[in-house]
């Protein structure tokens, strides 16, 4: 049984949020809401063979899930046992649900591990440059906002990278806090402004040395991360752009197809 549906302000200002009210039911061992109709058809663009990614809150109570098909043509929400413990709420109970589309290529890390991300240096670089399909950050960010109380000069080293990945091809900018990512089909690299100078990270597939690199991070043998300290125009060299082209076309997922059978 469901409630009106209405619209909600969303934290993120995305007006794809809706707000409905139902009645968590069950059959056998999972318990579960019945997504309105009104709901369902606005959340449908979404979905991918049936099935449509989320996120929102249940009762207060954040969660990332999958909205499961039914017969006739209808739309469920699994409620979980840990989303139940941490609600309080029973089969019976009248929950309010706000929810928002995620699309396939979003992923929303949970909130506590964004804090954890960000309390520990250097996670977020990591996380970023994971092999996952992201193009979204847990908040929104302005572009200028990394570079806030930064000389001008690390400003302009930026764009001298920008426009350098910019020439490769198309390319999105994921702005943070203190950070600019770089993405195609998944993130490949990106800059951290410092005071003094930038650090130009990128994600190859491949192992290599050079005294140019501040650090290098394996985190599998495909997946190795790599930092350059920029620190003037000329540092954004013909051997910089040279791996970041590489790492570009690791952002487009060139790899995967020069691996498959």
């Known amino acids: 049984m469901a409630g009106p549906l209405s619209r909600c302000p969303d934290r993120d200002n995305n007006d794809r949020t809706v707000r409905f009210s139902a009645t968590v039911q069950s059959r056998g061992a999972n318990p579960f809401v019945d997504v309105p109709g009104r709901a369902r058809n606005e959340l449908l663009p979404f979905a991918q063979t049936g099935r449509i990614r989320v996120t929102g809150r249940l009762s207060g109570a954040e969660f990332h899930a999958t909205l499961m098909p039914v017969k006739p043509g209808g739309h469920i929400l699994y409620v979980p046992g840990g989303l139940r413990a941490a609600t309080g709420v029973k089969v019976g109970d009248t929950v309010t649900v706000d929810i928002e589309p995620l699309g396939a290529q979003r992923i929303v890390a949970p ?143 060139e790899h995967l197809q020069s691996r498959r059978p």
């Not at 764009?159 to 993130?187: C, H, I, K, N, Q």
């Not at 003094?196 to 985190?219: A, C, G, H, K, Y």
Request: glycine share 4%; proline share 6%.
């Open 111 to 253: 909130t506590d591990l964004a804090r954890a991300l960000d309390g520990a240096a250097g996670a977020a670089d990591k996380w970023d440059l994971l092999p996952k399909n992201i193009n979204h950050s847990c908040a929104r960010h302005s572009l200028d906002e990394p570079f806030r109380e930064k000389p001008a000069e690390i400003l302009r080293l930026f764009d001298v990278v920008r426009r350098t990945v910019e020439a490769m091809g198309p390319v999105t900018l994921v702005p943070y806090r203190d950070r600019v990512a770089f993405m195609v089909r998944v993130r490949f690299g990106g800059v951290r402004p410092r005071r003094d100078w930038i650090d130009v990270n990128f994600w190859l597939t491949r192992r290599i040395e050079s005294p140019r690199f501040q650090r290098i991070e394996t985190l599998s043998p495909y997946t190795h991360v790599y930092t350059v300290r920029v620190t003037r125009a000329s540092d954004v060299d013909s051997e910089l752009t040279g791996w970041l082209r590489e790492a570009y076309s690791v952002g487009c997922q």
